[in-house]
């Protein structure tokens, strides 16, 4: 069963047995890197708030056996787990100096996102685009983002050099940098993929690879880090020299020292493996492989 069929089946199943009351749509949502997922909205009555439950990985459950009637129950945990109790007043959204402390930015690809700059403000770097969000935080929804898209610029009669202005600022305050080596990741994931903790001598083991990697302190869209005012200067000095920077997914960037070896063609090739094997699709941030230069004080894409 294609994914459409199955949602217009979940769609009709829920409208018999809510009524009404409620109003059932299935809408497809464009997400980074131009991946479509398909969202499923009960509104109650006259209810402001409607959660979107994403379908695709439900439907998948369905291919692989997973009965309708035990899709349909977990469906219905997840929209009670995700409907706040009550309704949220967006009316202070309107207005610019109510919201500008929390505007905020990061990084996409531009080529792979093309049709979804073309409706909000953003700014060229190197391969990828700037874009802006608002970071919202409340009692009723918890933490999340929305995108700031054309209508918004001209609501808040705004542009996009104000924006970047406050993002600047703000980004860095509600979302710190971070670095990690790389054997404190490798630590994690041994810690996260064994049932039982590793003996802390065993763990001491991992290999000092030289490597860094930078996100931030949420380890959410932190590959904007980079481009933080001072943070390569900074990452750089920790090296001591120029340096590669790999970027690892839009969640981090990797930092590694420019040995001067001549490894530029096999990091560029790791970057699409990993990319295409070990990288959710709507996370990919860049196929290129980045430098530092310590003296220039200047990013630049590696050429072929």
């Known amino acids: 069963m294609e994914i459409k069929a199955f949602a217009k089946k979940v769609q009709n199943a829920l409208e018999r047995e809510l009524g009404s009351n409620y109003k059932v749509e299935v809408k497809e949502v464009r997400k980074n890197n131009g991946i479509i997922l398909h969202g499923l909205l009960i509104q109650p009555g006259s209810r402001n708030v409607v959660p979107t439950i994403y379908l695709d990985a439900f439907w998948e459950a369905y291919e692989e056996g997973m009965p309708f009637a035990v899709i349909m129950r977990r469906l219905a945990a997840v929209y009670r787990e995700g409907m706040p109790d009550e309704d949220v007043d967006m009316e202070y959204f309107k207005f610019f100096e109510k919201v500008k402390e929390r505007i905020c930015y990061r990084l996409i690809n531009r080529e792979e996102n093309e049709e979804l700059l073309e409706e909000m403000p953003h700014i060229a770097f190197l391969d990828l685009a700037i874009c802006f969000y608002y970071a919202y935080q409340g009692k009723a929804l918890g933490e999340g983002s929305i995108l700031i898209n054309n209508s918004h610029v001209d609501m808040w009669k705004t542009s996009t050099a104000e924006l970047l202005a406050l993002a600047e ?81 839009v969640h981090e960037v990797i930092f590694l020292r420019d040995m001067g070896t001549g490894s530029e063609s096999a990091l560029r090739k790791m970057i699409m493996e990993i990319n295409r094997t070990q990288v959710a699709p709507e996370e990919v941030l860049s196929d290129q492989l980045y430098r530092y230069d310590v003296l220039e004080k200047q990013i630049k894409i590696v050429s072929k």
Request: net charge negative; aromatic share 8%; hydrophobic share 35%.
């Open 169 to 249: 600022i703000n980004t860095p305050r509600l979302y710190p940098c971070s670095s990690y080596s790389m054997q404190d990741i490798l630590r994690e994931i041994a810690e996260q993929e064994s049932a039982w903790k590793k003996p802390e001598a065993e763990i001491e083991l991992l290999p000092e690879l030289p490597m860094r990697v930078l996100s931030n302190v949420k380890r959410t869209y932190g590959a904007v880090c980079m481009i933080y005012p001072g943070v390569l200067e900074q990452m750089a000095g920790k090296c001591g020299q120029s340096c590669y920077i790999l970027p690892s997914s």
